[in-house]
C-alpha cells in the first residue's frame, strides 16, 4: 500500500522523491544473466552508493542520512515489494 507524503518541508519532500526514483529503478534481475539481483551484484552495489550519496540540503549544508545498512534494507525491501506484486 502506498502512502502519501504530507510534509510541508520541501527539502524532505525533494529528497524522499529522489530516493523514490532511484528504489524504483532497481531491477529484479542482474544485468549479468537471469538471476535475481543479489548484493555482490553491479546493479546492487551502484543503487547503494547512490543512495548513500544522495544528500538532504538545508541551505546549501548537505546531510547525507542514508547509511551502508539503511540503502542495503532499502534495496532488500524494493525488491521484496515488487516481487510480491501481483502479476497481471
Do not use: C
Request: without cysteine; negative net charge; charged residues 25%.
Amino acid at each position: 500500500m502506498k502512502t502519501q507524503i504530507r510534509s510541508d518541508s520541501e527539502v524532505f519532500n525533494q529528497w524522499a522523491d529522489k530516493v523514490q526514483k532511484i528504489l524504483s529503478q532497481v531491477p529484479l534481475i542482474s544485468a549479468n544473466g537471469h538471476m535475481p539481483l543479489e548484493y555482490g551484484d553491479d546493479e546492487w552495489q551502484s543503487t547503494m552508493k547512490r543512495l548513500q550519496q544522495l544528500p538532504m540540503r538545508f541551505a546549501d549544508v548537505p546531510i547525507y542520512p542514508i547509511n551502508e545498512t539503511i540503502a542495503n534494507k532499502l534495496i532488500e525491501d524494493q525488491l521484496e515489494g515488487a516481487n510480491d506484486k501481483p502479476d497481471y
